[in-house]
């Protein structure tokens, strides 16, 4: 569950996002959508307390973001857009460590990292170190340390950028069914319409860091009197192609992702 | 909440001990000295009256093994940083306090292994312990002086974005505090304006406190060495938390 009310954030001159308001219910598979820079990745970060807002208010899961910090943390799982696993560690210390920070209890720890490696295949690579796995393997694991704390909401940051195609379809396959499952929350941003309208069951297109609509897949297109989803998407946010800002950090991440 | 400094700790002490090329690159330099000095300025010390030079060099060595390994240790920060691991532990449940203590004192553990490795090195070179009912408390000092250290590498490392630039940073910085700190010669010796300098070098006073419990004659009052570095630690750890409490992704 999450609740914006006249979200902010500016740094410097440059205000990245601009007076928004949403809400997703519980339950929901809520998609974030807009070009580079609209604002969506400043947004997960405020959301999931790495980032403070400049104004405005933030509530997950019936905590304030701002105030309430760590329950918030506790109760969130977030999938990074970029790697953030620990490549000298072995996939098994890597959702260990994960276990402790969550608290959770010690009997626990073992039974649900061998299940949740069990459920992403890699049982068998469980005391490799993560720098021999491949990007989708590493996305995996990524996944199940997102799950191993039993989130009540899940973040993911354009998780499928980079994968392949098995690695993708796996990724949405299990989304779909915790959300079914368990009822977990999930919020995610993407570049993929066709993810979007195929997953979400609502979605928000932001741009230049304004909210530009919001609803079903089907109410956005009628709304906007368009046939598929990515035509809406241009219609509402234009043709122009976005500058992002050159970042060296990110290139070497990326290329150490692969 | 001991669970997540623990973790931490151990997590930094194992990356450590994957890397064999860091736990042997870092013996290089100080090895190197020990070598250099020990034997080069050894018989000119001796003439002029001032004892066994190896017994007042080793001391410095440890200081200095340590003084480098433990202000680098913020690299691993930086590393984190740009390599997504930190926001791991950013978005976890955990105090920041608490991810600043653990790293912390896992870095100060590795840089006191390394200069343990080195005084056992040093006995090959003939130095021997002068008072073994110290020597323990000559090994916790060491454990101090990198907590200390490595607070200060970790606080800078926190506000540096440039994995390059700190490397380059730290050894514009370290490299006059280990020279003039007493590490290789006496600082009483030293013209007075740059006895002065070594006064307000707090490394002077860690260098010190070695000479106190590995070596033989030390320059200041225990307690005014104490007193250094105690005060300079709860300072650094105050700066720290304030820092990492403010970092953002």
């Known amino acids: 569950m999450i609740k914006l009310k006249n979200l902010s954030k500016r740094f410097g001159k440059f205000t990245a996002v601009d007076n ?33 807002p400049s104004e405005g208010e933030m509530e997950v899961n019936g905590y304030d973001v701002i105030k309430n910090k760590n329950k918030v943390r506790e109760s ?81 940051d354009e998780p499928t950028i980079g994968l392949d195609v098995q690695t993708r379809s796996f990724l949405w396959d299990h989304i779909k069914k915790i959300n079914k499952e368990q009822g977990i929350t999930i919020f995610f941003t993407t570049h993929n319409m066709d993810e979007a309208e195929k997953i979400a069951t609502r979605i928000a297109v932001i741009d230049k860091g304004r909210i530009k609509i919001e609803g079903t897949s089907r109410q956005i297109m009628e709304k906007t009197k368009t046939g598929t989803l990515e035509e809406a998407f241009l219609k509402l946010t234009g043709r122009d192609i976005r500058e992002q800002p050159a970042d060296n950090h990110e290139a070497m991440r990326k290329r150490r992702r692969r | 909440m001991i669970d997540a400094i623990a973790v931490m700790w151990k997590r930094q002490i194992k990356t450590y001990l994957r890397s064999k090329h860091r736990l042997i ?186 000479h106190y419990t590995l070596g033989t004659s030390a320059s200041f009052s225990f307690m005014l060495d104490m007193g250094v570095v105690v005060g300079l630690m709860v300072l650094l750890f105050m700066i720290g938390t304030y820092c990492f409490n403010r970092i953002e992704t």
């Open chain 1, 20 to 52: 928004i308001n949403l809400e997703v219910k519980e339950g929901e598979i809520f998609a974030f959508l807009g070009p580079n820079g609209a604002g969506k990745s400043t947004t997960i970060k405020m959301l999931t307390t790495v980032l403070s």
């Open chain 1, 76 to 156: 969130i799982g977030v999938i990074f857009q970029d790697h953030s696993l620990d490549d000298e560690l072995t996939a098994y210390e890597n959702l260990y460590y994960h276990a402790v920070l969550y608290k959770i209890p010690k009997k626990e720890r073992n039974a649900r990292i061998d299940k949740l490696l069990n459920y992403i295949g890699l049982l068998d690579r469980k005391n490799n170190l993560v720098k021999t796995f491949s990007g989708g393997m590493k996305r995996r694991v990524e996944i199940a340390r997102g799950l191993l704390h039993s989130p009540r909401q899940l973040f993911l």
């Open chain 2, 25 to 210: 690159g870092s013996l290089a330099q100080p090895l190197l000295f020990l070598v250099a000095f020990g034997f080069g300025f050894g018989p000119i010390f001796e003439q002029a009256g001032r004892g066994n030079y190896i017994q007042f060099l080793i001391p410095g060595i440890i200081g200095m093994t340590i003084l480098f390994s433990s202000v680098m240790n913020g690299m691993s920060l930086i590393w984190d940083k740009q390599f997504g691991f930190l926001k791991e532990t950013l978005v976890a449940p955990v105090p920041r306090i608490n991810l600043l203590i653990g790293r912390c004192l896992g870095g100060a553990t590795t840089s006191t292994f390394q200069g343990i490795v080195v005084l056992a090195i040093s006995f090959l070179m003939g130095y021997k312990v002068v008072n073994w009912a110290l020597f323990p408390v000559g090994i916790l000092f060491m454990f101090l002086i990198s907590f200390l250290f490595t607070l200060l590498g970790t606080s800078i490392a926190s506000k540096v974005e440039d994995m390059l630039a700190f490397p380059t940073m730290m050894n514009f910085m370290i490299m006059p505090m280990f020279f003039l700190s007493g590490a290789l010669f006496p600082i009483d010796n030293f013209p007075s304006f740059i006895h002065a300098i070594a006064i307000i070098n707090p490394m002077t006073y860690c260098v010190d406190l070695l």
